[in-house]
């Protein structure tokens, strides 16, 4: 069955639900975590647009129903392209490499080939359910080839790319031994959005470089075109996350939860997907000799490090679990006390309010990633301290670092700086941590997700229209 064509497709690699196994052992779907998924979903809700993505599974594409009146088109992966495509060239050549080679980026011909083969899938999708003339907002580094292929399919589109996660530096990018057709791919488009605006930078050098195209930081002349080139911090909805947090039951479940933690003056927290970007593994080094030196004691401070698995068919993953889970184990073994653990560690998914009220619960959140292109929880945790309270450890390698300068930032490599930072934080009077979250707070309220799609899609769609109807949702 055909369905009718859409004014709006977002193309992504996954869509916004999962599946996964309920407790009684039926198929059940939740959202996805992740800060692609949290970004979008609450936009789009209630606004006539189609989501072409992967459920996340192997086999034929299940059949989904309209999510908030979001058509879902599910483009189906084999296990081989799950392989090459997802966990190969997407997250184990892309990703390293994106993140300052923090882990060994690997090149296999077999997963470029995979990577030109799925992309071209998502193209050949997003041209079947995009309306002439429509618009298509094609996100991430999964589908970077998609706008060059969709313009071949649909010269009609408008077309759009954003990238969440970083763009590194040339002499990092040249790595690739196909680095001209991932930015001819990149280059389909009329207007790609970027997180930052050294990244827009990286990006015209190497086009200029690798392509030698004419090129600023913010025009590219490719054939008879201009492609437009932005930075466009992406952010949450802060309107939802604050009614969430200050909802009767979620401020009943913080206390709660600190009450099950102990009453411990000081609560630290941590969410993280299960990645070695994260710098999880430094955070635990450094809280641990904070205990060891007595700086920290179990009884008055705890640790809530939430770190859901992530990619866990990729080897790099599967070692850092393994690594995180061995630490974790010493350092509860070491410092904890029966029914006093140092650190709590959660691996499951939550739903929207219990994240929320762990964010009410916590009194310093440490957000330690070695490099990040946005960072989306600590935009969370500021958005939920709907009381003004709470501190806010921020990498100045996260992108949010940018934008909320009044966090207590830290350099992540630095294992002194970090421990003597999070001490600052742990200490801080009332006064300078209601500042500071004051200051972010604003920021964050004149700065949100709709602001975010509002400069970005207005950018892309000249008439405007779609912009209105965007505005008027929600
Ligand atoms: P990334 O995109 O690398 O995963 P972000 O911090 O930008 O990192 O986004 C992570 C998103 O996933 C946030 O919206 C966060 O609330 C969500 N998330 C993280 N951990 C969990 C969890 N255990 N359960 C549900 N959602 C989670
Ligand atoms: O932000 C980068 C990203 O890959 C997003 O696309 C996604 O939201 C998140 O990380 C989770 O990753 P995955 O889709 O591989 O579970």
Redesign the pocket.
């Known amino acids: 069955m055909r369905q009718n064509p859409s004014s709006l497709v977002v193309v992504a690699n996954r869509l916004p639900i999962d599946d996964s196994v309920a407790p009684d052992g039926a198929c059940e779907w939740r959202?996805s975590?992740?800060?692609?998924?949290?970004?979008l979903h609450p936009l789009l809700r209630h606004t006539p647009a189609t989501w072409v993505g992967w459920a996340g599974g192997t086999g034929p594409a299940p059949r989904l129903p309209a999510i908030d009146g979001v058509r879902m088109h599910c483009v189906a992966l084999t296990a081989e392209d799950l392989r090459d495509h997802y966990e190969g060239f997407a997250n184990a050549t892309l990703w390293p490499l994106y993140h300052d080679a923090v882990e060994q980026p690997e090149y296999h011909r077999r997963w470029w080939e995979a990577y030109q083969r799925v992309n071209q899938r998502f193209a050949e999708a997003a041209a079947a359910v995009a309306e002439p003339g429509g618009l298509v907002w094609v996100q991430d580094y999964h589908l970077q080839l998609v706008p060059r292929l969709l313009r071949a399919l649909r010269p009609d589109l408008r077309i759009g790319f954003f990238l969440?996660?970083p763009f590194p530096p040339p002499e990092l990018f040249m790595q690739l031994p196909r680095r001209a057709e991932l930015l001819r791919g990149m280059l389909g488009a009329d207007l790609i959005g970027f997180q930052r605006a050294q990244a827009a930078h990286n990006f015209a050098q190497l086009v200029v470089k690798v392509l030698d195209l004419p090129a600023t930081d913010r025009r590219i002349g490719v054939d008879d075109r201009v492609v437009r080139v932005g930075a466009y911090p992406v952010s949450?909805d802060t309107a939802e996350m604050a009614a969430l947090a200050g909802r009767p039951d979620v401020t009943a479940r913080a206390r709660r939860l600190r009450h099950d933690l102990g009453d411990p003056q000081q609560v630290i927290l941590s969410?993280?997907?299960m990645?070695y970007?994260?710098g999880i593994e430094q955070r635990l080094k450094a809280y641990s000799e904070l205990l060891a030196g007595g700086d920290v004691k179990v009884r008055d401070t705890v640790l809530v490090q939430?770190?859901?698995p992530?990619r866990e068919r990729v080897g790099q993953y599967q070692i850092l679990r393994d690594r995180v889970e061995r630490e974790v184990g010493r350092i509860n073994g070491e410092f904890g006390r029966v029914g006093e653990p140092a650190i709590h560690y959660?691996?499951?998914?939550?739903?929207?309010a219990?994240?929320a009220a762990l964010y009410r619960v916590a009194d310093v959140m440490a957000?330690t990633p070695l490099r990040?292109?946005?960072?989306?929880?600590?935009k969370?945790y500021v958005a939920a301290r709907v009381d003004d309270t709470g501190a806010l450890l921020l990498s100045e390698f996260a992108g949010a670092a940018a934008e909320l300068e009044q966090a207590y930032l830290v350099n992540p490599h630095d294992l002194e700086g970090l421990k003597q930072m999070l001490l600052t934080a742990l200490r801080a009077s009332p006064d300078d941590v209601g500042d500071r979250m004051r200051a972010m707070r604003a920021h964050l309220h004149r700065h949100d997700i709709r602001a975010w799609a509002r400069s970005y899609l207005s950018a892309l769609d000249q008439t405007g229209s779609l912009v209105t109807r965007l505005g008027s949702t929600g």
């Open positions: 959202r975590p992740g800060g692609l998924v949290s970004a969440h996660v949450i969410v993280d997907r990645d970007t994260k939430v770190a859901v992530s959660l691996t499951q998914p939550f739903d929207r219990e994240l957000v990040d292109g946005m960072n989306l929880v600590a969370e």
